[in-house]
């Protein structure tokens, strides 16, 4: 594949040219791989991509329907930085550090909060 880069009349890049104006040299390299186990591998990446979107609108969904409401409001009790939410697979919330590489789950966090909640009462 050739002209992909515009250059001025000095030779230097100012940009990409559109796509339909790239030219292309078939069979110019010998295969590594045959066409055959290129499609067959392209089918299967195009199932992955599949089950990731598909896993995407779910974790979307979970959001939307479970707000976290712990969002800026826990800190990592070693280094005091924002704990981020993740979602497991198993549907389970849980939270850590990126930089401590802490973490709790939901449900020990409110544990901990009706015992602490408990000593006030």
């Keep these: 594949m050739y002209n992909r880069i515009a250059y001025d009349e ?5 940009g990409e040219n559109p796509r339909k104006s790239w030219r292309m040299v078939p069979d110019s390299h010998p295969a590594i791989i045959s066409w055959e186990l ?15 979107e ?8 979970r959001r939307e329907n ?7 409001r826990i ?3 070693k280094c005091s930085e924002n704990l981020v939410c993740h979602w497991q697979s198993d549907g389970s ?15 020990d966090l409110w544990n901990g909060i ?3 909640a408990e000593i006030f009462l």
Excluded: M
């Design 38 to 52: 290129f499609d067959e591998i392209s089918a299967l990446r195009e199932v992955e991509q599949a089950v990731k």
């Design 10 to 14: 000095t030779y230097r890049k100012i």
């Design 114 to 116: 009706h015992k602490e």
């Design 75 to 77: 800190f990592c009790k």
């Design 54 to 61: 598909e896993r995407k609108k779910w974790c979307r969904q």
């Design 93 to 107: 919330l849980y939270f850590y550090c990126k930089f401590c590489h802490v973490s709790i789950s939901e449900k």
């Design 66 to 72: 479970n707000p976290n409401i712990f969002k800026g």
